[in-house]
């Protein structure tokens, strides 16, 4: 079979087109044969290394695929050939106390497609049925593969987590990135009114195509809190989506008293200062969290196959041109979800 691998951390050019053995289904698995594969940040991550990652190599990248069973290993009901599926990137153990309290993404043997072992940017992988939502005859698999890893993460973020309600508001940092489009989306379906701060005009556009009801350009308005303040008649926003880093000082100040931070990455950077006196004294929650739990990936995916939540799509690539798609990630020239296409 075809896939993309890497033999060493570095830039795009590690990714290599190779051919590597077919894989066979053992007991509990099932053989997929992928059509589409999506890109996330992750990917680029995952590529480049970082101290302490310590993947075997070569590497197959890629948390995001979709596409057709084509065998069932022994023990394996309910599942059949020719169904059509997306992956969760999620796997659970489905045996450790965390998991068998429903909090799969806590699992004490966690791993994550892609990033802790062998992922998406290839033609056949194995699952084990529990990692698979089955998609409806026609429904595109480069759609559903666009919003398995993201639309988890924001709905575990903003509804399980974050318990958003309806009325409340949102400001969301960032007007483009998979999170960030899915949790402009989420909050509009919960019923919230939503602030999108961004550097660029022609992506708060974008957001405001999809729901955002406040846009803030932070190009022309360099300390954003205070436009938050003001747009919320002098109160705060209830909760903030930050998945920067960077920008947690100004996000905190953005909060009205008992307000929730949510985040779930950190694509600037990791480490920053923050003022501790703002956290108690407005009463403040941070609220992190990593992936969703098998029941946010059903309740998601559901939503998602009947198009109330619709992912955006950028631009796809063939499974041969990864490397080209990973370098428009990392030229942040993409709105929405890059995606590869698999099939022959
Ligand atoms: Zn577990």
Not at 206 to 215: M, N, P, R
Request: net charge neutral; proline share 4%.
């Amino acid at each position: 079979m075809k896939a993309i691998h890497f033999n060493e951390h570095g830039p795009s050019s590690v990714l290599e087109y190779a051919d590597l053995p077919m894989p066979v289904p053992g007991a509990s698995q099932v053989l997929i044969k992928l059509h589409a594969a999506a890109l996330n940040r992750m990917d680029l991550f995952v590529r480049t290394g970082w101290p302490g990652l310590n993947l075997a190599l070569p590497h197959i990248p890629g948390a995001d695929g979709a596409g057709e069973i084509i065998a069932v290993g022994e023990g394996v009901s309910g599942w059949h050939i020719g169904d059509r599926v997306v992956a969760n990137a999620n796997l659970g153990c489905g045996t450790c106390d965390y998991c068998l309290a429903g909090q799969d993404n806590r699992c004490r043997n966690w791993h994550l497609l892609g990033e802790t072992v062998n992922g998406t940017y290839t033609e056949f992988i194995l699952l084990p049925p529990r990692q698979l939502f089955r998609l409806p005859e026609r429904f595109d698999y480069h759609v559903a593969a666009a919003a398995s890893l993201v639309y988890q993460t924001a709905w575990h973020s903003l509804i399980t987590r974050g318990n958003l309600r309806p009325g409340e508001n949102v400001l969301i940092v960032g007007a483009s990135g998979g999170v960030n489009t899915a949790s402009i989306q989420i909050a509009k379906l919960a019923g919230a009114n939503v602030l999108v701060v961004g550097s660029e005009s022609k992506k708060l556009e974008l957001a405001e195509s999809i729901g955002a009801d406040i846009l803030i350009d932070r190009s022309k308005s360099e300390n954003w809190s205070t436009d938050a303040f003001m747009l919320t008649n002098r109160t705060g926003v209830d909760v903030v989506v930050d998945n920067v880093g960077t920008t947690f000082p100004l996000s905190i100040r953005s909060l009205r008293k008992g307000g929730r931070l949510l985040t779930v990455g950190n694509t600037a950077a990791p480490k920053f200062e923050i003022d501790n006196r703002y956290i108690f004294a407005k009463h403040i929650t941070i609220i992190g969290s990593t992936m969703g739990t098998l029941k946010d990936f059903d309740e998601v995916m559901s939503l998602v196959v009947t198009g109330k939540l619709n992912p955006v799509m950028d631009k796809t690539f063939s499974l041969k041109e990864a490397r080209l798609a990973h370098e428009r990630l990392e030229r942040n020239k993409q709105f929405g979800k890059i995606t590869l296409s698999i099939k022959k």
